[in-house]
């Protein structure tokens, strides 16, 4: 049903500092955390913002050009009493009243953390459901009609799929990993758990719930997504250069990402294979200190480098013999490699670490839990100041180092036990700022005094992937279940939470410093867009 516009009022040119504003009204009376979107007819770019305590947004000027737009919201519980588009003038300010009413059907506006917080049984129970959200949201649990027999196979066939697969057009392993590895030791006990979740035969009946909205600081936000041009396509490392070009890995395909967000000019530049019989795509996105940019060069074995004035990739594979059917780089260490010609890199199948001679071509491997009890492996590798090699521990709880000069390996375990730390980024003082991904914690160690801190998050089933601390020294973070955003100012210990317009499987997060306040970048891995995030203050 399309309705036409609702309410506006034109007001006079250059008076308004907003250019769009207006008010939600809704069942409830006002409504805090409504995310606004508006977008223009055609047009890839999607312009959000957030509604206050009074259930007043606005677009700040200047943020939206004049055309025919529509708008959407998002607020679990509510949606839109109709469509609603309306033209914005040249030089013109609108005012558009937005009529919410109660949603029809809650559980297709569940954000993962909402379906763990409806879903019966403690989080210590239903935390081995974070390994089910790489591909596809738990809706699709939610709405199976499995039984334990069927979850189990179902399990199975999941564990075939390699990490970098998009729902609709999955990868498979050339061998299967074992299911336990990502979804437990107790795959049978899983299974039986979840058939009590769907709509199958042991299904037990629960409500589902929305997790209460963004408020204050949160609120004071614009969010721009800007849809890549075809799909699927999975964005996921998006890191922006000191002139503003956005570039980013892709999840499933072999191409380095080029997008200019001012032009919108779009550009793929190809990556050779290496393996052709095995999965695509890359994965880890880095700079060094030469401006080149790096691949983790996954299933394909070892990395790439982009040289941006040329325009060519140079291919670093592993050597034959440190190849095997698991081999998997997920991550490059190249942040420091200049100190001492020697370039680190991990790898998920071993799991260790190679370091590569660029000189001599002479690789050295380290595997840090040969024969220790697991589940442990090595994830997010970041080089210090020296280049010794600290790496992240995502199958236990361990921030691991690796001497650059004498090789000696150390292991530190995180306060948190079981924390699975994932991705960071190591500061200019040598402290990593790391992610504990089922801790919900923001970890940091101080690499020199050898010592950890931890700060909680404030908002359940987060699932933290990755942390960065930009230059007014706020730390950043963001979730691969609740489609937000967090800000974590040190000094207060007060966490700002922006709320994303869009169902948003967030991975790598990055801080654009040449702004103030920094923006906040990240790609959404399984709805192919970019999205920016600009505090207002
Ligand atoms: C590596 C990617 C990946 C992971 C991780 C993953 N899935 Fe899937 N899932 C898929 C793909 C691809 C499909 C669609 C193709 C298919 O059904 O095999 C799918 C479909 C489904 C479906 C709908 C189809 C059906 O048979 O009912 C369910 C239910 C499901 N997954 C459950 C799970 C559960 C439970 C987990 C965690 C234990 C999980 N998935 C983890 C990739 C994944």
Request: proline share 7%; glycine share 8%.
């Amino acid at each position: 049903m399309l309705r036409p516009v609702l309410a506006i009022v034109l007001l006079n040119a250059g008076c308004a500092l907003a250019q769009l504003n207006g008010r939600i009204v809704s069942p409830d009376g006002a409504l805090e955390g409504v995310v606004v979107s508006a977008r223009k007819e055609g047009s890839p770019v999607s312009v959000s913002v957030v509604s206050n305590a009074a259930g007043e947004y606005a677009f700040p000027a200047g943020r939206l050009e004049p055309g025919r737009y529509g708008m959407r919201i998002r607020a679990t519980g509510y949606e839109l009493d109709g469509l609603v588009s309306m033209e914005l003038a040249d030089a013109g300010a609108a005012e558009v009243e937005l009529k919410l009413r109660k949603a029809a059907d809650l559980s297709v506006q569940l954000t993962n953390a909402e379906w763990l917080a409806s879903f019966p049984g403690s989080s210590e129970q239903k935390k081995f459901l974070y390994g089910c959200v790489g591909c596809h949201t738990l809706e699709r649990v939610a709405k199976s009609t499995h039984d334990t027999a069927g979850f189990v196979a179902v399990m199975k066939r999941m564990a075939g799929y390699t990490n970098n697969s998009h729902a609709e057009r999955p990868q498979v392993r050339l061998i299967a990993r074992d299911p336990m590895r990502d979804f437990g030791p107790d795959a049978d006990k899983q299974a039986a758990f979840l058939a009590t979740l769907n709509r199958g035969p042991e299904a037990k009946p629960y409500t589902v719930q929305a997790l209460p909205r963004v408020q204050g600081a949160g609120t004071r936000v614009v969010i721009t997504e800007y849809e890549l041009p075809r799909k699927p396509l999975m964005p996921h490392d998006v890191i922006v250069d000191e002139q503003g070009i956005v570039w980013f890995s892709q999840f499933d395909e072999q191409f380095l990402g080029r997008f200019d967000p001012r032009t919108l000019a779009y550009q793929e530049f190809p990556i050779p294979l290496q393996r052709p019989d095995y999965p695509k795509g890359t994965l880890d996105l880095e700079v060094d200190p030469q401006g080149n940019l790096w691949l983790s060069h996954m299933f394909q074995s070892g990395a790439v480098k982009f040289d941006k004035r040329t325009q060519k990739f140079q291919a670093y594979p592993l050597p034959k013999q440190l190849q095997n059917e698991h081999t998997q780089q997920s991550m490059v260490g190249p942040q420091r490699w200049t100190l001492d010609g020697k370039l680190w890199i991990n790898d998920a199948g071993i799991p260790g670490l190679h370091r590569l001679d660029m000189k001599s071509g002479k690789w050295q491997t380290w595997k840090p839990y040969e024969g220790m009890k697991g589940p442990h492996s090595v994830y997010g590798i970041y080089a210090d100041s020296k280049n010794n090699i600290f790496f992240m521990d995502f199958g236990g709880e361990n921030v691991g180092r690796i001497d650059a000069k004498s090789g000696k390996l150390a292991l530190y375990a995180t306060p948190t036990p079981r924390s699975r730390p994932r991705r960071g980024r190591m500061d200019e003082e040598d402290r990593l700022w790391f992610a504990e991904w089922r801790a919900e914690r923001i970890g940091m160690f101080d690499t020199r005094a050898e010592k950890f801190s931890e700060w909680p998050l404030p908002v359940q089933y987060f699932a933290p992937y990755d942390v960065v601390r930009d230059k007014t020294g706020k730390v950043w973070t963001a979730g691969m279940n609740s489609d937000r955003v967090l800000r974590l100012d040190l000094e207060t210990g007060e966490y700002a939470e922006y709320p994303l317009p869009s169902p948003t499987n967030v991975r790598r997060v990055f801080v654009d410093n040449r702004t103030t306040p920094p923006t906040f970048w990240v790609g959404n891995n399984h709805h192919a867009t970019l999205v920016k995030v600009e505090p207002l203050e």
